[in-house]
């Protein structure tokens, strides 16, 4: 397997993750840059890289990853000072080659399609990674860095990664934003999210194993007008969760009329 040398912009969650798989995997992680000296250097000491605040890479880096937030991301990109012949890859899920600048020639994109966090360690085994890049070379470069961990590759253009961003938001991002509201309302009625640990982990389950559209339950789905007045009404403490339950149940209803 082919050893790389890997710099990043950012020190974040993602930086983070990719920075300790990387290591892992026998890359060399040379150089962090991050705005702020606390995260960056913290990351750079445990995998004895350095640490800056500017963005001038080492000419021996052959690939920078950039992990940094989307609204800085075309500033960071515009501010990179690196060899001709090193490659450059962003993360974001919606952004594509457009927002790097022409002086950067080998650029790619690197979007691993998961949720990172610095409390959690992360398994790369399996993860999707889309890339998409400037040139053949770039591309075999990235696959072998993402097959280095074991992840699972796939070649996408801006537009479809776009897609499957929003699709990321839908099951990862509102459905965690579905555990805080079933926290806040099982709080009401004295339980601790403890109380719904089963319930989450056999939706889960049973959405991967018989398709979501196959394994919905409830009030909705059983178009139970009755059950879900009551349930609107109890929600009268907070208008914010009964807009959502009331939304969402006309969402489900109407998915499943357009099947019948
Ligand atoms: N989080 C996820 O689950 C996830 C999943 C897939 C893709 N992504 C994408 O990955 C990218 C990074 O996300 P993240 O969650 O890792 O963000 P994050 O945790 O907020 O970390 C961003 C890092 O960028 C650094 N930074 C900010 N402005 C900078 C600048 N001008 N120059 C250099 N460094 C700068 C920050 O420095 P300080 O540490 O000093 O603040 C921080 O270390 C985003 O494009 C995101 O869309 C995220």
């Excluded at 594509?96 to 080998?106: A, D, I, Q, T």
């Excluded at 139970?224 to 349930?231: A, G, Q, S, V």
């Excluded at 009404?233 to 209803?253: C, M, N, Q, R, W």
Aim: hydrophobic content about 40%.
């Amino acid at each position: 397997m082919i050893q790389y040398k890997i710099s990043f912009a950012g020190a974040g969650k993602v930086a983070g993750a990719l920075c300790l798989e990387l290591h892992n995997k026998g890359h060399q992680v040379q150089q962090i840059v991050s705005t702020g000296e606390k995260h960056g250097r913290s990351l750079a000491e445990k995998f004895n890289a350095g640490w800056s605040n500017n963005l001038i890479f080492p000419d021996s880096t052959q690939i920078i990853i950039v992990a940094v937030p989307d609204h800085s991301l075309k500033e960071v990109l515009d501010g990179i000072k690196c060899s001709k012949r090193t490659i450059v890859a962003h993360t974001a899920g919606s952004f594509g080659l457009e927002v790097f600048p022409e002086s950067l020639k080998n650029i790619g994109v690197f979007y691993p399609l998961l949720t990172f966090s610095k409390e959690i360690k992360t398994d790369f085994t399996g993860i999707p990674v889309f890339i998409e890049s400037s040139d053949h070379d770039s591309e075999s470069v990235l696959k072998s860095l993402a097959e280095s961990m074991g992840c699972s590759v796939h070649f996408t253009d801006t537009e479809h990664r776009r897609l499957l961003h929003v699709a990321a938001v839908f099951v990862s991002n509102f459905t965690n934003y579905m555990f805080t509201a079933g926290k806040e309302v099982a709080s009401k009625a004295g339980f601790s999210f403890e109380v719904l640990k089963p319930l989450i982990l056999e939706t889960v389950k049973k959405a991967l194993e018989l398709g979501p559209e196959n394994s919905q339950t409830g009030p909705a789905v059983r178009y139970d007008l009755n059950t879900i007045e009551k349930h609107l009404d109890l929600l009268s403490f907070s208008p914010e969760l009964k807009d959502v339950y009331g939304e969402i149940t006309k969402a489900i209803i109407h998915y499943y009329k357009r099947l019948k």
